[in-house]
């Protein structure tokens, strides 16, 4: 298979072509490091001006999906110690999260001193849409470029279980654990609109509906609360801050985390990545976090060969295939 000699994007990657030295088009519209660093700064400064604004105006400063990966875990160090913020952490509870990725919630909000929310969502109906999203692509092709369809319906609870809180509480910013290669920088800062985001819920609501009926509606918002004037800011930090993952884990090992094992290398928390990765990757001939991991290359966080690594299949992530079966009665 072709694969771009700059970043690691396969020739099955949609929209894709190469040059004559096998350079692909989303390398060649790359503007280079030093533009991604001018931006950086440029959002680092944005963000702090933000803080000036929303700090201390409700009991809590900003919301934190916390899946205890590494990425939102080093996402509330930066919020709780270099921001000096005060985030409430929620935790939205799939069926799939490991044990060690669930102690390591308990631990480092325990050391860092912050709230926690577990939102253990019904496990019947989620593993309908779960099953449901095996064999049914459910979504649009652009945004399966960059997520499977399991991991895509779960965001979606996700995003929209926080936004409830979020507006509940009166929580003026909701902060997001997307790596560099999730999170354009340009869309790393952003108040959130009430008639897109609208919009954007029924791209997940609706491909639900059709799966699981009437009971997927209370995980998102009613039209009452979208005439809300207090809509929050969206807020990616790891966009714009240094990012090095060795450093990161070395960082939040201070406040107890610890590698959780059995799982693939691009998670830190989730039992069911594995078994959506192996799902995506024979329905659509490429790796839902190719794009992600091609935008860490590109942007010189990674090396190439690492990025390319990142893509085997480990003998203990292969494992959990059997039990994910078993778990969704898959046989």
Aim: hydrophobic residues 40%; contains cysteine.
């Amino acid at each position: 298979m072709k694969i771009c000699t700059k970043c690691i994007l396969p020739e099955t990657f949609p929209g894709i072509h190469f040059d004559k030295e096998g350079v692909c088009n989303f390398c060649r519209d790359f503007k280079g490091e030093e533009a991604l660093e001018t931006e950086k700064k440029e959002y680092h400064e944005k963000f702090l001006k933000l803080i000036e604004e929303i700090k201390g105006k409700s009991a809590y400063d900003c919301t934190l999906a916390y899946s205890g990966g590494k990425d939102s875990t080093y996402t509330l160090y930066l919020l709780k110690e270099v921001f000096n913020l005060r985030p409430l952490t929620i935790t939205f509870d799939n069926g799939f999260i490991s044990d060690q990725a669930f102690k390591n919630i308990r631990t480092v909000t325990e050391t860092l001193g912050v709230d926690n929310i577990v939102f253990k969502a019904d496990f019947q109906l989620l593993k309908k849409i779960f099953i449901a999203g095996i064999e049914n692509t459910m979504y649009s092709a652009k945004a399966l470029e960059r997520a499977s369809t399991i991991c895509t319906s779960c965001i979606g609870f996700v995003k929209f279980t926080v936004l409830k809180i979020a507006l509940e509480k009166h929580i003026p910013l909701m902060a997001w654990g997307w790596s560099p290669g999730q999170a354009p920088i340009r869309s790393s800062i952003m108040k959130v609109n009430a008639a897109l985001f609208k919009t954007t819920q029924e791209m997940y609501r609706k491909p639900m509906f059709e799966v699981a009926g009437e009971q997927v509606n209370r995980y998102f918002l009613t039209d009452e609360q979208f005439m809300s004037i207090n809509f929050p800011y969206n807020v990616s930090p790891l966009a714009f801050m240094d990012y090095d993952e060795e450093k990161i884990k070395e960082k939040i090992k201070d406040f107890g985390w610890e590698i959780p094992g059995g799982l693939d290398a691009n998670s830190t928390n989730c039992l069911l990545n594995t078994f959506a990765n192996h799902v995506h990757i024979k329905k659509h001939n490429f790796h839902p976090y190719a794009f992600e991991i091609a935008g860490m290359v590109r942007s010189g966080i990674i090396e190439r060969q690492e990025g390319l690594n990142k893509f085997g299949e480990e003998a203990s992530s292969i494992k959990n295939l059997e039990y994910i079966k078993k778990k969704l009665r898959i046989f």
